[in-house]
């Protein structure tokens, strides 16, 4: 009987191993790749092959042990990359670019369905316990709207900017750190904001905000 428990243990702590290794090394494959396409150095002899092995590191990692289409995929990429590097490295920084955001947009957007607790009003519940005060209810239900449009916005910098931007290289700029640093700033000026709309009310450090992120963003349901 002891013996059949322990060995039930074991199997279902080796099956979590194995669940949470095969994540990291898909993430390590997503991770390196992006990192060897977007370090390479233009115009040197190994760019072509630094973007072609990166993007089959990003696809492998990706689409490993989902679907058999990748042993077919993984190579047509890997030799794409070799034969018009700059064209699929600008590809790669835009579907990831896209793909991050579609993801935040549709967190906060599915909050906001019916029977749905919007992700805002999660986070302040996280912090302050429910239900929160009417208010804070409104202003939270009100913040996810907000950082949904954000988002959408964000969506559409890169393709507004090469339409309506005097310079062509300006649709560029939120690829390269402009939507993370405007996020920054909205954030930081949405935190003073709350203080002058919501008065007499015991609001959140930074750190409160991250760990109720955390508690929120890591449930399983």
């Known amino acids: 009987m002891m013996i059949g428990k322990v060995y039930h243990n074991l199997a279902a702590g080796s099956c979590f191993s194995k669940r949470w290794a095969g994540r990291t090394g898909r993430f390590l494959l997503l991770a390196g790749g992006l990192a060897v396409v977007s370090l390479a150095p233009v115009g040197s002899a ?3 092959g630094c973007v072609s092995c990166g993007l089959m590191m990003q696809l ?3 689409l490993f042990g989902r679907h058999p289409v990748w ?6 990429v890997g030799v794409s990359g070799w034969y018009a590097p700059v064209l699929l490295r600008l590809c790669d920084q835009l579907a990831i670019y896209e793909l991050m955001l579609w993801g935040m947009l549709a967190m906060f957007v599915r909050s906001l369905r019916r029977g749905q607790v919007p992700l805002v009003t999660r986070l302040a519940e ?3 316990g429910s239900p929160l005060r ?3 209810q409104r202003y939270t239900v009100g913040l996810t709207w907000t950082w949904s449009v954000f988002f959408v916005l964000a969506l559409l910098a890169p393709f507004m900017a090469w339409l309506l931007a005097p310079h062509e290289d300006w649709w560029r700029i ?3 750190g402009g939507t993370v640093l405007a996020a ?8 003073m904001v709350r203080r002058l709309v919501i008065r007499n009310y015991a609001h959140s450090s930074l750190k ?3 760990m109720a992120g955390r508690s929120v963003f890591m449930r399983k349901d």
């Open 46 to 48: 190994w760019f072509a």
């Open 126 to 128: 996280a912090v302050h």
């Open 184 to 191: 920054v700033v909205c954030f930081m000026v949405e935190m």
């Open 134 to 136: 009417p208010d804070v």
């Open 71 to 76: 042993l077919v995929a993984v190579p047509v």
């Open 60 to 62: 492998a990692g990706f």
């Open 174 to 176: 939120p690829l390269r």
């Open 208 to 210: 409160q905000n991250v």
